[in-house]
């Protein structure tokens, strides 16, 4: 349901729209982003 079309997403529940490729790029980033700033374990 959020992907309008192959290169489109759309967030079902706030609307936020971006390029797909785009937006699994930013969400890849974050998530490193926040894995690195993890204390380890």
Known sequence: ???VTQAEFRC???GHTAHADVNA?????RAGLARQ???AA
């Open 25 to 29: 790029a930013s969400n890849i980033l």
């Open 1 to 3: 349901q959020n992907r």
């Open 12 to 14: 079902v529940a706030c």
């Open 37 to 39: 700033a993890a204390p």
